[in-house]
């Protein structure tokens, strides 16, 4: 099958939705799939040079940097030019089926699939449908989550998003709603969509009407088990001594602000070692210098360094205490068998089993008392880190989901 990718994001520069992106497409070709890829760049990123053999046809989305503009530009304006681009690959490339990643690609991905009559499929990977800022929180200071965009709600997200300029957003709410309902309605015309989870796939019903008759899949990203594995395979530890770990961006919306009160909280006696880096840092590095915790803030590594720092960690530690969608981080952790303490939240339980892979908690007194088990009791982590290894293994190896991803590609194009 000839199929066409319209992606946000590709690797080397990406983000968990470049790389679960990438890992598709890998899949696609190994079972002999011709696969060609679109990405559109910005003026605040690299054009799109290709990675593995993949080659990446680039398309302009640059902006300027006004907010609210810069969106209108980003979307509105971008989507008839991106889809007459997708309309001739598909025509040039004699493409049999689209399927877009992301929020810049997807409505442009299905208004190209219906001029050219081919099917279309979208994965949604955060809350895009249903919120114009993506994470469905009212507030992302504090993580309280918005039940529905209406008119006083959006008001209600404005304001902590805006600070002191949130009055001169108020009369942009009327563009912020009529740009989501398009990115709704675009999404409801598509043949099908794919939620990375069960949450976000229970979240799309509950709270789109447009999608109410739409084709919703629930198929997880992908992860190249025995690939991260090899990565690690006879590699020494970075610290030849215990850490716990946390990875990710330092944000609170993941949590990050947690981290030195999980850690006071547990007692814990070994470093904690932090991969990532964002607008929390600073905070982290006081909080844990005034509380006298030894926390290493490494930034951002290399995914196989990564890989090597999460393998010989003792503990994961993963406060995120907003809708997770599909934690990559969980999964590639769970491959790696490692042991994972976790608050429950979004998609997470579809990654974590409590009791049988990782722990899971709903406060952060019941995170820290995860981290006591998991640092005191060297069986219950070696249970957990082989329960977690299989679960990678049966629910998340990448030829099972490309396999799933394979079977709904079929039905669409023989219409089935």
């Known amino acids: 099958m000839r199929?066409?990718?319209a992606t946000d994001a590709f690797p080397p520069g990406s983000g968990g939705s470049g790389w679960s992106t990438y890992e598709l497409a890998k899949g696609l070709r190994a079972r002999g799939h011709e696969i060609v890829i679109v990405q559109p760049y910005s003026e605040l990123s690299s054009v799109p040079a290709g990675y593995d053999g993949f080659t990446v046809s680039a398309f302009s989305a640059r902006a300027p940097r006004v907010p609210f503009l810069r969106n209108y530009f980003r979307n509105e304006r971008l989507y008839p030019r991106l889809a007459r681009h997708l309309t001739k690959v598909i025509e040039r490339e004699r493409i049999e089926l689209i399927h877009a990643q992301h929020v810049l690609t997807a409505p442009a991905a299905v208004i190209a699939a219906r001029q050219a009559r081919i099917p279309s499929v979208c994965t949604v990977r955060d809350y895009w449908p249903l919120c114009y800022w993506s994470d469905l929180l009212v507030d992302p200071e504090i993580g309280s989550v918005c039940s529905?965009?209406?008119?006083s709600a959006m008001t209600r997200c404005v304001r902590p998003r805006a600070r002191t300029a949130w009055p001169?957003?108020?009369?942009?709410?009327?563009?912020?709603?009529?740009?989501?309902?398009r990115k709704q309605s675009s999404l409801a015309r598509a043949d099908a969509i794919v939620a990375v989870s069960r949450r976000v796939a229970a979240d799309l019903r509950r709270h789109a009407r447009d999608l109410v008759h739409s084709r919703i899949e629930t198929i997880p990203n992908g992860v190249d088990v025995s690939g991260v594995r090899a990565a690690v395979k006879g590699s020494s530890s970075p610290t030849?001594?215990?850490?716990?770990?946390?990875v990710g961006?330092?944000?609170?919306?993941?949590?990050?602000?947690?981290?030195?009160?999980?850690?006071?909280?547990?007692?814990?006696?070994?470093?904690?070692?932090?991969?990532?880096?964002?607008?929390?840092?600073?905070?982290?590095e006081k909080a844990a210098t005034t509380a006298k915790r030894d926390v290493r803030v490494i930034g951002w590594q290399g995914r196989d360094e990564v890989f090597r720092w999460m393998y010989h960690a003792a503990v994961l530690i993963f406060p995120s205490n907003c809708l997770e969608t599909l934690s990559r981080v969980l999964i590639e952790a769970s491959a790696l068998g490692v042991p994972i303490a976790a608050m429950n939240t979004g998609g997470t339980e579809d990654i974590v089993v409590n009791e049988a892979t990782g722990l899971l908690s709903s406060s952060v007194a019941g995170l820290a008392a995860d981290v006591v088990r998991l640092t005191r009791d060297?069986?219950?982590r070696a249970r957990l880190a082989e329960g977690a290894a299989a679960r990678a293994q049966t629910e998340f190896d990448l030829p099972f989901v490309v396999s799933r991803m394979e079977k709904l590609y079929q039905d669409l194009v023989h219409g089935s």
């Open 240 to 246: 030849g001594q215990p850490y716990a770990l946390f």
């Open 249 to 284: 961006k330092l944000a609170k919306n993941k949590g990050a602000h947690l981290l030195v009160d999980v850690a006071e909280r547990a007692a814990l006696q070994m470093p904690l070692v932090v991969v990532g880096d964002g607008p929390e840092r600073r905070t982290l």
């Open 148 to 151: 529905g965009c209406s008119a």
């Open 168 to 181: 001169a957003a108020i009369p942009l709410i009327p563009y912020m709603r009529a740009n989501l309902k």
């Open 378 to 380: 060297a069986d219950l």
């Open 3 to 5: 199929i066409l990718i």
